[in-house]
């Protein structure tokens, strides 16, 4: 059954406007650590490209934050179904430049069992950056698998699996500007 998408939004979970809020909180948080450093904002592809853009401008906007902010991407892929994500992570797309000797923010869209978190780190802190940390603006701590650090969480997601933002459930509702909750039969179409 193809339902309208109006419908298949059970609730909005973050508006827009707290979406932006947490943005320019992690943006702020952020310029004070990397303060007059240049800075590489990695957004994973293709969930964080929205956080990554925005959080690029919120932070280029603060006076004395970062000196520069090169913007690059990578692409992973987690086996398993649509809404729930499997151990195993692979890299799909990688950068385009070296990170060697750079200061690296991981930009995540949301980080739920910790494993895709978890990989990014190892294989990035195995390339020798001048410093690494992450940058996620969903967390969902109920589902660790493993313990990961995250530097900056711009909110916590209640246990529910979302959408928008970013975030798609079979390539859908990425583009929405705030993050919902499906309707149960979604699932089930
Ligand atoms: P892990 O579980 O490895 O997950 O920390 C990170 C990846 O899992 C996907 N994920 C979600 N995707 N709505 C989504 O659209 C969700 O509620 C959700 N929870 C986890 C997502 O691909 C993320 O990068
Ligand atoms: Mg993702």
Redesign the pocket.
């Known amino acids: 059954m193809t339902l309208p998408l109006v419908t298949t939004i059970e609730s909005v979970v973050f508006s827009a406007a707290d979406i932006a809020l947490a943005i320019q909180r992690m943006a702020e948080e952020i310029a004070r650590d990397y303060a007059g450093r240049e800075i590489v904002l990695l957004g994973?592809l293709k969930?964080?490209v929205f956080v990554t853009a925005d959080l690029a401008r919120a932070l280029d906007s603060i006076p004395g934050g970062p000196s520069r902010i090169e913007l690059d991407f990578l692409g992973?892929s987690?086996y398993g179904n649509a809404?729930?994500?499997s151990g195993e992570?692979r890299l799909v797309q990688d950068t385009s430049h070296s990170i060697e000797g750079k200061h690296v923010l991981v930009v995540?869209?949301?980080?739920?069992?910790?494993?895709?978190?978890?990989?990014l780190r190892m294989l990035l802190g195995g390339r020798a950056p001048a410093s690494l940390a992450a940058a996620v603006l969903?967390d969902?701590p109920y589902?660790?698998?493993v313990e990961?650090p995250v530097e900056y969480v711009g909110m916590v997601?209640p246990d529910?699996?979302?959408?928008g933002y970013g975030?798609?459930?079979q390539e859908r509702?990425r583009t929405l500007p705030y993050v919902a909750k499906l309707r149960a039969e979604v699932f089930d179409a």
């Open positions: 994973v969930g964080a992973v987690s809404s729930r994500s992570v995540e869209d949301i980080v739920d069992n910790g494993l895709t978190l978890r990989y969903l969902k589902n660790r698998r990961v997601c529910e699996f979302v959408v975030l798609d459930y509702y």
